[in-house]
């Protein structure tokens, strides 16, 4: 998390616009499937693992990655830094209520944060240039977008070079999170992996998508590198 973080902070002092994504199984199977998905992961500046999964399958092909870096997280973090450094944020999507309780929950959470413009995420396509307008205009050095994936990354890779913000990132639920609106585990699940559990005991509607896990289970047991 604290390289994630501090290399977060390097993309901001470099003014040039850098995309991240925070990867978990369930988009890693998606992106087998979906050859735009898969090609903006590999153009990303940075991707890290959002999810218990990814880190054992990583670990599982020799490669060392220390912990697992959850998306929520990895957004509190930016913001907490955002505050102390004086980085301003942009926040973008989901539900116009959702947005504006967690962009209080924010301001409160993280005393001195600036953030300079908040958009929903309802919109079709004869909006988008209104939205990139309002954006650019504001010059964030931060813009979190939460607009599911895979939306938010196609979305954010589409229009990265015109938004010019140093870190572009997608936080999918991350705002419903702050907002109240949804639980996350308790810490002990998320530190046993087992958090994809609790969402789906309290979503069963997730069943369908959990579905992903097994899948990506057996790619990576018979050594499968997508």
Known sequence: MAEAVARLEEFILKR???LIATANAEM????????????????????VPDG??????????????????????????????????GYSVF???????????????????Y??????????????KEDE?????????AKPDILLAALGVPKQEKWL?????????????????????????????PLWMQRTGLEWLFRLVRQPQRALRMLALPRFAVKVMLGKKG
């Open 129 to 137: 240039p209104e939205i990139m307008q309002q954006i650019t205009a």
């Open 28 to 47: 890693v199977m998606l992106a087998q499937e979906d050859s735009d998905l898969a090609a903006i992961l590999a153009q990303c500046q940075l991707v």
């Open 16 to 18: 040039k616009p850098h």
């Open 111 to 124: 005393p001195g944060l600036t953030i300079v413009g908040t958009r929903h995420g309802f919109f079709g």
């Open 157 to 185: 890779a589409r229009n990265l070079a015109k938004l010019n913000v140093p870190v572009c990132m997608g936080v999918g639920g991350t705002f419903d999170v702050m907002a109240g609106a949804v639980k996350r585990a």
């Open 91 to 109: 926040m973008f999507g989901s539900h116009p209520d959702i947005i504006s309780k967690a962009r209080q929950a924010a301001l409160e959470r």
């Open 52 to 85: 218990a999964g990814v880190v054992w399958a990583a670990r599982h092909q020799g490669y060392t990655i220390p912990e697992r870096v959850a998306g929520y997280d990895l957004a509190q973090n930016l913001l907490a830094q955002a505050a102390q450094k």
